[in-house]
Every structure is written in C-alpha cells, then in structure tokens.
C-alpha cells in the first residue's frame, strides 16, 4: 500500500466526473493509484460521487480534504482562479499537486509555486501536457528534418464557442446544475486560459520559448445564456496574439469566442516548400511508431488520445484520456521518481504567453516575455 498514491480530487465537477473519476477508479491502475477523497462546495455533490466511484472520503470544503482527505496528492479539478491558492495550500500541507490547465493566471504565482514545491521536495504537474503527443513531436521533427524547407510562420488557437454551455454533465446531469459561469469571468475565464492554452502549450513544444508578445484583446459576447440565466461575460473572449520565436520566425494565435482555422488544438506550419497542417505534411499523414494504433481508433481525435502512453484497455473509451495521462505523469513521477516531459516551467511559460498578450493589448506596448523553458 505504501506505493499507491492516495490522490484527492478537488471540485466534482465536468472535468472530474467524465474524465478524471472514470479515470481513476478502473482496475488497472488501482496499483498505483487510489480515489481516496473528493470535495466540492455544493451540498451532495461530493457524497454523490464518492458513492458512485467508490471513494472513501466526501467533504463539502477543501479544507477538510486537506485536514482528513489522508491523500498523498490532489488533482485540482477548480475554476482556473483558485488554482494558485489551492495550489499553495496543497503543497504547505505535503501533498504532491496534478493541476488541470491552467496552472495559476500569472507568472508571479507560478513562480511562487515551482519555488515552493522545490523547496518541500514535492511534484507539480500542469496540464496540457501537448508535448507528450507523438503527433506533436512528429512535427517538430518533420520541421527539423527541413520537411517544409525553412519555416517562416505558423498559426494555432482556440475558441469557446457553446461548448461549456452544452457540455451533457451541465444540461443532463441530476442535483444541481454546474454552473459554467465562471469560464466567462475574471481571474482565469476566457478562452486564452481555457482552450488556446492547448495550442499554445503544442506551439511552443514544437517551436520552443518565444521571445515577446503583442495582441488585440476584449470582449466580443457581453453576455450568454445557461439555463434561462444570463451569463455576463467580464473576461476577455476575443484576442488574437502575435508571438516572435526569434530570427524571424513569428507565430499567431488566437482565443475567440467562435470560430477557428486549425483542427482541433493542432497548428499550421508554413516553409519554403509546404507546409504542416494538423498532423499531415504536404497533404500526407505524418509517421510515427505510434500511427498504427492511431489508425486503429479509427484516427481523428479518439486515434490521438489512444497514443498517449497510458492510454490503454478501458482507458481508450473513456473521456479526456489526454488529463488522466497528465494525472499518471504525477503518478509515475511520485511512485518510480521518473521525471515528466510536462514541466510547471513549461506551464508558466505559456502563462507568460497569456498574461503578456492581455498586458499588450491593454497598454499597446510589445511585451517582452519574462520566463523560458527546456526542451
């Protein structure tokens, strides 16, 4: 028992219910890792799924779990806006921390977070971890390997579109409504921090730490609507960012409110001689020794996601296999002291992506971009 991770699950929301929960309650992981608390603030939720996943601990506050939880590590499964302190928290009690994206909103906290678990002796893992996908190291390499000739630009972002407001969790579940609000609010609403984060964490694994920053930014929705309830939007849902790689080389992104030009959270990769679009160059499927189980799911989104690295059995026809590999990065981390590819560096270094972009568009100003990262 002294080898199995007692993982503590923070929020009993979407994310938790169809990903992480299935997740983590199949037999086979349940060597290495064990439900063994959740909580969420509104009344009967966390009883609810401690009763359907057989989880031992329930508490309506995240303090309780921290206090009684008897966890080894939390996976915070909160609005983006708690993250740090809940981060914090976790960390000065001795518990290891799984992040679901974003990690904090601005450099400041992350930074404070990356020194604080170095200086207990714990893990941090923030999800996305992108630069786990072959596909994505398969571009990068296919770019190396001059496959486009000399790169000169790429594109890659995101948009909200309705996609909170029908996701089925919300609108079929039992008990009382997840309320999606808080996507659309201040601090860490918005798409940048909920969706281009993706794309910009599979950016900068293929093109590596950017330089400087400068965008346009605001609110193009002032309000949507959930339930017959209006939503009042006070987050930025439109930006687009141009992002200098250095020598030349700029990137552009985006975080809309609706509409986008790349598949799924994939880039376009423009050279001299072609180009890559999503996981193809030139038109053609990009190879790697993972394809064939690729091809097997059946290819598109499902085939990316069974090529994670713990992306098997049951597991493949389970939801957000991309947060439950990130969840066993951690895991394999604690367990076996294997360092993960998905660095906090990483994650703070997309954050200084983010918060420069809407420090640009605020003052009109380049932002020159404070953190980097190895590869």
């Given at each position: 028992m002294a080898d199995i991770v007692r993982m503590g699950v923070v929020g009993a929301g979407t994310i938790a219910q169809r990903g992480i929960m299935p997740h983590l309650s199949q037999d086979d992981v349940q060597d290495r890792v064990r439900l063994q608390a959740v909580c969420d603030p509104v009344p009967g939720r966390a009883e609810s799924m401690a009763q359907k996943f057989n989880i031992p601990h329930a508490f309506l506050t995240y303090e309780e779990l921290l206090e009684a939880g008897d966890v080894d590590a939390v996976t915070l499964c909160s609005p983006i806006g708690l993250h740090y302190e809940q981060g914090k928290m976790a960390l000065e009690t001795g518990k290891h921390v799984h992040f679901n994206k974003t990690m904090t909103t601005t450099v400041a906290e992350a930074t404070e977070l990356i020194d604080l678990a170095k200086e207990k002796g714990l893990k941090i893992v923030a999800s996305p971890g992108e630069v786990l996908r072959p596909q994505v190291q398969a571009v990068r390499r296919a770019i190396q390997d001059g496959k486009i000739g000399t790169l000169t630009w790429a594109i890659a972002?995101?948009?909200?579109?309705?996609?909170?407001?029908?996701?089925?969790?919300?609108?079929?579940?039992?008990?009382?409504?997840?309320?999606?609000?808080?996507?659309?609010?201040?601090?860490?609403?918005?798409?940048?921090?909920?969706?281009?984060?993706?794309?910009?964490?599979?950016?900068?694994?293929?093109?590596?730490?950017?330089?400087?920053?400068?965008?346009?930014?605001?609110?193009?929705?002032?309000?949507?609507?959930?339930?017959?309830?209006?939503?009042?939007?006070?987050?930025?849902?439109?930006?687009?960012?141009?992002?200098?790689?250095?020598?030349?080389?700029?990137?552009?992104?985006?975080?809309?409110?609706?509409?986008?030009?790349?598949?799924?959270?994939?880039?376009?990769?423009?050279?001299?001689?072609?180009?890559?679009?999503g996981y193809t160059v030139n038109g053609k499927e990009l190879g790697y020794p993972e394809k064939e189980l690729h091809d097997e799911a059946g290819g598109g989104v499902k085939g990316a996601q069974v090529t994670l690295p713990h992306v098997t059995g049951p597991h493949r026809d389970i939801d957000e296999q991309h947060v439950f590999e990130d969840v066993m990065q951690l895991i394999d981390w604690i367990s076996e002291d294997k360092p993960t590819p998905v660095t906090a560096e990483h994650a703070r270094h997309v954050i200084d992506i983010i918060e420069s972009s809407l420090r640009a568009s605020e003052t009109g100003q380049t932002q020159d971009l404070a953190t980097t990262f190895t590869q």
């Open positions: 972002g995101a948009a909200l579109g309705t996609y909170h407001l029908d996701e089925p969790e919300r609108v079929q579940g039992t008990g009382p409504a997840l309320d999606p609000s808080w996507y659309y609010r201040k601090p860490g609403g918005g798409p940048l921090y909920d969706v281009t984060v993706y794309a910009l964490h599979g950016l900068t694994s293929i093109l590596g730490p950017a330089r400087r920053v400068t965008a346009i930014s605001g609110i193009r929705i002032p309000e949507r609507q959930f339930q017959g309830k209006t939503v009042e939007i006070d987050a930025d849902d439109n930006t687009g960012i141009l992002i200098d790689f250095g020598d030349g080389l700029f990137a552009v992104s985006y975080g809309a409110a609706a509409g986008g030009v790349n598949y799924w959270f994939t880039g376009k990769y423009f050279g001299t001689d072609g180009m890559v679009d």
